[in-house]
Nanobody, 119 residues
Framework: QVQLVESGGGLVQPGGSLRLSCAASGFSFSSYAMGWYRQAPGKQRELVAL???????NFAEFVKGRFSISRDNAKSTVYLQMNALQPEDTAVYYC?????????????WGQGTQVTVSS
């Protein structure tokens, strides 16, 4: 059974930093690209960053230069380092594995972790 457990969210002031973690289980973690997504109130879920099996990364334009993504295959964990946070980064953040063919996320999601950027 696939499980994705996100953690590390919280309340942070503008300009601050957070590091999110996503512990995965129930599948061969190292065999999949992984992505971080976010969903703000009233908005659709959107891709924030992804990391391939080999460590190649891609970022949405709105986080380039501020966020980084990494993975630890030994721990089946993917991380999202978020710096220079802005109020518009406020959202619930989720991770997911990506389908090899389409790079779209699978249907099963974790509970997410809330990130709130506010003074």
């Amino acid at each position: 059974q696939v499980q994705l457990v996100e953690s590390g969210g919280g309340l942070v002031q503008p300009g601050g930093s957070l590091r999110l973690s996503c512990a995965a289980s129930g599948f061969s973690f190292s065999s999949y690209a992984m992505g971080w997504y976010r969903q703000a109130p009233g908005k659709q879920r959107e891709l924030v960053a992804l990391i391939s099996r080999g460590g190649t990364t891609n970022f949405a334009e709105f986080v380039k230069g501020r966020f980084s993504i990494s993975r630890d295959n030994a721990k089946s964990t993917v991380y999202l380092q978020m710096n220079a946070l802005q109020p518009e980064d406020t959202a619930v953040y989720y991770c997911n594995a990506l389908r090899p063919s389409s790079r779209s996320p699978y249907d099963s999601w974790g509970q997410g972790t809330q990130v709130t950027v506010s003074s």
